[in-house]
């Protein structure tokens, strides 16, 4: 039986100090910091620097200024706009396998397996599918929508769109599963007080399911917007080069091809620290903003 | 008692993990990993290549060459790394800068060497290759830079013939074009009759350099022309380099090129030609034999690009060499280029050209052993060959003017005005941001 002056010790020997818990995380801590800290120093050491001699921020001007820059940002961007469609497309398939619909099984194997193909091999599937005698173009012609058939990659002005398309369908796997494992802790009693209410399907799904889901939705938007800002150059590369012309070119595009192929390294370092630099600028702006929102206690 | 031992496993883990974060950074740097050895000693040569990209039979070629080298140079061991056409010039863009990889490299003529050569990536093959044997090799000439030979010519690439089936215009009527006018009326002709006259493929890029250099030094008068406009005394836009836009406008309006041209690549796209789907289409001099061997050889013709212009290129291929060269950090450049000496060994001149059917770039080469007749036509053009425009302008402008502009050209998006003046606008962009390169060029095209 334990006394209360026992009690206190082991409350005292429970609590750590700060300094202990740095000691156990230092080793995974120094190895990130020399990974990751030491590669971004070199680039923005690259970027200040060219042929050896320091230039400042000449080198982040003239990428600035670089059209071919802001071709690729713009890109992004509007590789970007395809975000509330993934999250809305994830989140109608996450409901509908929730509520269980005949065959449910089936149906998530099927929305998930595309996001567990390597990107290299749908890259090279749909770059096959989508030329201009290609699968998707036959298949339109078989039932009588030959009119819809396009060049999908070879005409500049639908490549991005539809490297987009490819991009949301591999991506939407991860959403549909993360919003199904978020649906299912989800307590009962609170659909079926808003049934006993007279809520239907949309009313109960919007007044209850989007509220309580909205931190795994912020979760998911950070992920993919992470990847459609600076994870999409397998799909690039293998389906299109940045082409036709540099309709399909990216920023990672961008710093490959003057790293690598056009041997421009300053060049590939600044546009690297130019966006390194914008990232930091929106973490922070998004940390501000989430400091001063009122705080709600759903989710 | 527990909070000490707590305190020696965490500091034990943290020097462990900072070790093993500074281990990697003390290891060798020497350049292909060995340590630098004697002639007599253990030497391991690394060579970075294409393999059978374009001309088939390379790989059994190499294999074959550096059995019979290390059997006759017991204490050298040579190592052969493939690499793709999109990974060739990255690859070793990323080697030199870690100053790691391979001994041997293999590269296309030209700028396409010359520019790692001024980066100082290369070694020059004239420091290590006695003159009379490097007369010998073939199209040295666009290799040389301040007075050195940068890389040595392997094999000609006699660029690019127009492939046509015989049976399939015969049976459409057509003869084979001698002129520009003729190959319009001809590509009208086949049209007519459902054939595709041309099959090309511009998805990944490279097609569009290669008409460039066919087609667009039929207007040059000079190689220095071009020169001039890479250092910004003439522009891109003058008629003499524009041009070739305009004929191959002409081209796409007269339906010569089949209709998914945007969306195959290359070597996809000379694959229907080869199924009989179309009449023509442009390949590797490399690959002759192969496309031969395949159709027939009384199916196939070869001839240059028709001419429209009378100038350098007009009605001739161009005339380079890929080269293989020694990279400026190896430890055993001597043995670099001993190995590639032993290459133009007459033995391994004809072994060359029977395992692959392709032209070894040595006037040595016994050329009564062709006995491919297309292969011979070939042989004959290329003894009066044109400089290759590809190998005389900034690989940059390459890619972002000639390769897009023909993409978007093909997609209908860009006329061939537009095409020149972004032609220049890159040009222009160059000069910008690589000055140093510009320098370069106006030395090299001052010598």
């Given at each position: ?299 | ?51 059978d990209q374009e001309a088939a ?99 000609v690439q006699p660029s690019f013939p127009v492939l046509y089936r ?32 041309i099959a090309g493929g511009?998805?990944?890029?490279w097609f569009?350099?290669w008409l460039?250099s066919i ?50 690549e290359l070597y996809q796209a000379q694959q229907t030609w080869v199924?009989?789907?179309s009449a023509m289409t442009i390949s590797a001099g490399t690959e002759v034999g192969n496309f031969v061997k395949q159709v027939?050889?009384?199916k196939v013709g070869v001839m240059a690009m ?11 291929l161009g ?37 692959t059917g392709a032209l ?12 491919v007749?297309q292969v011979?036509d070939l042989?004959?053009m290329s ?65």
């Open positions: 039986m334990s006394t209360p002056a026992g009690a206190r010790r082991k409350r005292r020997s429970r609590r750590r100090t700060p300094w202990q818990a740095l000691l156990w995380i230092a080793p995974a801590f120094l190895s990130i910091a020399f990974v990751f800290g030491y590669g971004v120093y070199r680039v923005v050491e690259e970027a200040l620097h060219r042929e050896g001699e320091w230039v400042g921020l000449d080198n982040l001007r003239i990428v600035i200024d670089d059209p071919p820059f802001r071709t690729a940002v713009g890109h992004n961007l509007r590789l970007l706009l395809t975000l509330p469609i993934i999250i809305a497309i994830a989140l109608v398939l996450a409901i509908l396998l929730y509520e269980a619909l005949r065959g449910w099984r089936i149906h998530r194997f099927a929305v998930f397996l595309p996001y567990i193909l390597p990107v290299p091999v749908v890259g090279v599937l749909f770059g096959q599918i989508l030329t201009l005698h290609g699968m998707l173009n036959s298949s339109l012609e078989t039932i009588g929508l030959g009119g819809l058939a396009h060049d999908w990659l070879g005409d500049p002005d639908i490549a991005l769109f539809s490297l987009a398309s490819v991009i949301i369908w591999k991506e939407l796997g991860f959403g549909v599963i993360l919003f199904l494992a978020r649906l299912l802790s989800l307590p009962g009693d609170l659909y079926e007080a808003i049934k006993v209410d007279g809520a239907g399907f949309w009313r109960s799904h919007w007044h209850v399911t989007l509220p309580m889901m909205r931190s795994i939705i912020g979760f998911y938007v950070v992920i993919e917007g992470i990847t459609l800002f600076s994870w999409v150059f397998s799909y690039v590369y293998v389906m299109t080069r940045g082409g036709p012309g540099d309709a399909t070119q990216v920023t990672e595009t961008y710093i490959y091809d003057n790293a690598f192929t056009s041997d421009i390294p300053w060049l590939a370092a600044s546009a690297a620290t130019v966006l390194l630099l914008g990232f930091l600028v929106l973490a922070a702006a998004f940390l501000v903003f989430r400091a001063v929102l009122p705080k709600r206690s759903l989710g | 008692m527990v909070k000490r031992r707590t305190v020696m496993f965490a500091v034990l883990a943290a020097v462990v993990a900072i070790a093993a974060g500074c281990g990697s950074s003390s290891g060798d740097s020497s350049g292909s990993g060995s340590t630098p050895a004697s002639s007599t000693g253990p030497v391991k040569l690394t060579m970075w290549w294409w393999g039979g390379m790989k059994n070629f190499v294999a074959d060459s550096v059995q019979k080298y290390e059997a006759e140079h017991p204490n050298i061991t040579i190592d052969t790394v493939l690499q793709s056409t999109d990974n060739l010039m990255p690859n070793f863009a990323a080697a030199a800068k870690a100053k790691q990889g391979p001994d041997i490299e293999y590269r296309w003529g030209g700028i396409w060497n010359l520019q790692d050569a001024w980066d100082g990536n290369l070694a020059a093959v004239s420091d290590y290759i006695p003159q009379d044997e490097l007369a010998h090799y073939l199209n040295a000439s666009e290799d040389t830079s301040g007075g050195k030979v940068w890389t040595a010519p392997w094999y015989k049976d399939i215009l015969k049976d459409a009527g057509v003869a084979v074009p001698t002129n520009w006018d003729e190959f319009l009326a001809a590509c009208d002709t086949l049209n007519s009759k459902g054939i595709t006259p511009v998805k990944d890029g569009g350099g460039y087609m667009g030094s039929q207007s040059l008068t000079s190689i220095d022309d071009l020169k001039e406009a890479v250092v910004g005394d003439k522009k891109f836009t003058d008629p003499e380099f524009a041009e070739w836009w305009s004929k191959l406008q002409e081209m796409i309006d007269h339906k010569c090129w089949n209709d998914d041209i945007g969306s195959q199924d009989g789907k027939g050889q009384d028709p001419a429209y212009g009378d100038g350098i290129g007009a009605g001739k005339s380079t060499s890929q080269t293989l060269g020694i990279s400026s950090w190896s430890p055993h450049k001597q043995e670099a280029a001993d190995f590639i000496m032993y290459l133009h060994t007459p033995e391994r001149l004809a072994a060359f050209y029977k395992a070894p770039a040595d006037d040595r080469f016994d050329s009564s052993s062709i006995t007749p011979k042989f004959d003894k009066d060959g044109s400089p290759y425009l590809e190998n005389f302008i900034p690989t940059d402008l390459d890619s972002k003017g000639n390769f897009e502009g023909v993409q978007l050209m093909f997609a209908g998006s860009e006329s061939a005005q537009e095409a020149a003046a972004n032609m220049e606008k890159e040009m222009d962009r160059i000069r910008t941001i690589q000055p140093d390169l510009i320098d370069n060029f106006k030395e090299w095209a001052a010598n």
